[in-house]
C-alpha cells in the first residue's frame, strides 16, 4: 500500500524590508545611518522637506527627525496624523534634554544625540528592528523617549525613558548613578494621549558606563493598569 506524504507549504517570498525616511540630515548624517540601519535589513531613504507632505502620499515605517530643526513638529505632527504612519516608529537626534520635552506628545521612540556617533546608531536600530517589523506580540520592551521626573528620600531629578513595559522602564540619566542603587523611586512621566502618570518603582539594575537605570514598577501601585492599557492599545493588541 501506497502512502501519500504531505508535502508543508514554505513560504519563500523574502520579507519586506522597513523603510525609515531621513528627514532633512547631510549628508554626513544620511551615511551613518543608511549603514548603520542596512545592517539590520533596514532601508533607509533621503528626504529634504519640510511640510510632512511625504505621509500623505507615502507608507514609512519610520522616520529619523532633528529635533531643534524647524520643521520637526509639523513633520510629527504630520506623520502621527496620517492613517498610513500613526504607527510610525520617530526616531529623534537632539542636543539637549530640553529639545525633547516639547515632543512627548508624539511619543518619540528612540533617541539620538548629537554629535552623531556611529555606535549611537547602531544601538538605535537594534533596539527598534522588532517594532519596524510590526512583531509586536512578541515586543515586550516599546522604546520610547519621554521626560521622566524622579525622587527619593536621597535626591530628586530628571531623567528621560529609553524603554517602557507593562512592569518597568529604563531611564536615562545626566550624572553618576551610584546613589540610586536599589533605592526606591517614585517616578511621574507622560505617556502620549494619557495624562501624566505617577508610580512608585524599584531601582533592579544599574549599567554605570551608560548611566542608564532599570525600574521595576510596583505590582501594587494603581498606575500599572493605566501603563498597561496605554501599551495594548499603543501596540494594537
Not at 525633547?100 to 556617533?117: A, D, F, M, S, W
Request: proline share 4%; glycine share 2%; charged share 20%.
Amino acid at each position: 500500500m501506497s502512502a501519500i506524504w504531505a508535502i508543508p507549504h514554505v513560504n519563500t517570498q523574502p520579507r519586506v524590508r522597513p523603510r525609515v525616511g531621513l528627514f532633512n540630515l547631510d549628508s554626513t548624517e544620511a551615511t551613518v545611518f543608511q549603514d548603520c540601519f542596512t545592517q539590520f535589513d533596514i532601508n533607509s531613504i533621503v528626504i529634504s522637506e519640510d511640510n510632512g507632505d511625504r505621509f500623505s502620499r507615502e507608507k514609512l515605517e519610520g522616520c529619523v527627525v532633528k529635533l531643534h530643526s524647524k520643521a520637526a513638529n509639523t513633520i510629527m505632527e504630520s506623520a502621527r496624523n496620517s492613517s498610513a504612519n500613526r504607527q510610525i516608529v520617530i526616531y529623534g537626534l537632539y542636543r539637549s534634554i530640553e529639545e525633547i520635552r516639547e515632543y512627548t506628545k508624539y511619543g518619540i521612540n528612540v533617541l539620538v544625540r548629537e554629535p552623531l556617533q556611529w555606535m549611537d546608531c547602531v544601538k538605535a536600530a537594534r533596539s527598534s528592528r522588532s517594532l519596524l517589523l510590526h512583531e509586536l506580540r512578541r515586543y515586550i520592551r516599546l522604546p520610547l523617549a519621554t521626560t521622566v521626573a524622579a525622587s527619593s528620600t536621597a535626591a530628586k531629578f530628571q531623567a528621560t525613558s529609553v524603554e517602557i513595559s507593562e512592569s518597568g522602564m529604563s531611564i536615562s540619566i545626566p550624572h553618576d548613578v551610584s546613589v540610586l542603587d536599589s533605592l526606591p523611586l517614585r517616578v511621574t512621566f507622560s505617556l502620549p494621549a494619557s495624562p501624566d502618570i505617577s508610580v512608585q518603582a524599584q531601582v533592579c539594575w544599574v549599567r554605570r558606563s551608560e548611566n542608564i537605570v532599570g525600574l521595576r514598577f510596583d505590582r501594587t501601585d494603581p498606575a500599572i493598569a493605566t501603563i498597561k492599557l496605554w501599551i495594548s492599545k499603543y501596540l494594537r493588541l
